[in-house]
């Protein structure tokens, strides 16, 4: 019942930014947290960076000084600016979503994922 559109990757060089951009829609009461996730190579998926309701927000170490996490809570939807880009920022990254719907149930949502890939 919870949908998310996930937008803005791209092929960029090094140094490069893209602003990455997560809508979620359906039958939504309320939203508590919005996070973009990445999956290196033979490792578990990764918080990137996240943001609550509160506009509370959180970074990986490796990020904090190029990325911003942002939202608007009127249209559901979080926005990921990320600067200084790196070949190691190569990934495949994903729009996580907490919600709760119309029928009163908290549930997670993913979504399908958008490709960031930086040349050197």
């Known amino acids: 019942q919870v949908q998310l559109v996930e937008s803005g990757g791209g092929l960029v060089q090094t140094g490069g930014s893209l602003r990455l951009s997560c809508a979620a829609s359906?039958?939504?009461?309320?939203?508590?947290?919005m996070g973009w996730y990445r999956q290196p190579p033979g490792k578990q998926r990764e918080l990137v960076a996240s943001?609550?309701?509160?506009?509370?927000?959180n970074y990986a170490d490796s990020v904090k000084d190029r990325f911003a996490i942002s939202r608007d809570n009127a249209k559901n939807t979080v926005y990921l600016q990320i600067n200084s880009l790196e070949p190691e920022d190569t990934d495949v990254y994903y729009c996580?979503?907490?919600?709760?719907?119309?029928?009163?149930?908290?549930?997670?949502?993913w979504g399908q994922g958008t490709q960031v890939t930086v040349s050197s």
């Open positions: 996580r979503v907490r919600a709760r719907t119309s029928a009163q149930r908290m549930g997670i949502y």
């Open positions: 359906g039958s939504i009461r309320s939203i508590d947290f």
């Open positions: 943001i609550t309701s509160d506009g509370s927000t």
